[in-house]
Nanobody
Framework: QVQVVESGGGLVQPGGSLRLSCAAS????????MDWYRQAPGKQRELVAA???????HYADSVWGRFTISRDNAKNTGYLQMNSLKPEDTAVYYC????????????????WGPGTQVTVSS
């Protein structure tokens, strides 16, 4: 089994910064990539940023230049640095880990964390 836990959310004023962390643990052989999604009340879940082994990094247009995604492969941990936060960034942020769990095949599995609330308000 693989567990994914996000942390670092909270209340911040407009223009402020937060750093989200995503820790993956359990029966992981290696991690192919990590994604950050968010879902605001009444809105569809959207992909915010993604990082993979290709190597490839993707950002949603709405966060380009303000958010930075990174990984620490040795710790099976990912990060989302969020700067210049806006009220419209308010949402529950979810981490998704794409991992290999068997040394005998190349099947990747997807694991979601429970989410962490980010609220941007004065």
């Amino acid at each position: 089994q693989v567990q994914v836990v996000e942390s670092g959310g909270g209340l911040v004023q407009p223009g402020g910064s937060l750093r989200l962390s995503c820790a993956a643990s359990g029966s992981i052989v290696s991690i192919y990539g990590m994604d950050w999604y968010r879902q605001a009340p009444g809105k569809q879940r959207e992909l915010v940023a993604a990082i993979s082994n290709d190597p490839r990094i993707h950002y949603a247009d709405s966060v380009w230049g303000r958010f930075t995604i990174s990984r620490d492969n040795a710790k099976n941990t990912g990060y989302l640095q969020m700067n210049s936060l806006k009220p419209e960034d308010t949402a529950v942020y979810y981490c998704v880990v794409h991992a290999y769990i068997s040394p005998d095949d190349e099947i990747r599995y997807e694991y979601w964390g429970p989410g962490t609330q980010v609220t941007v308000s004065s």
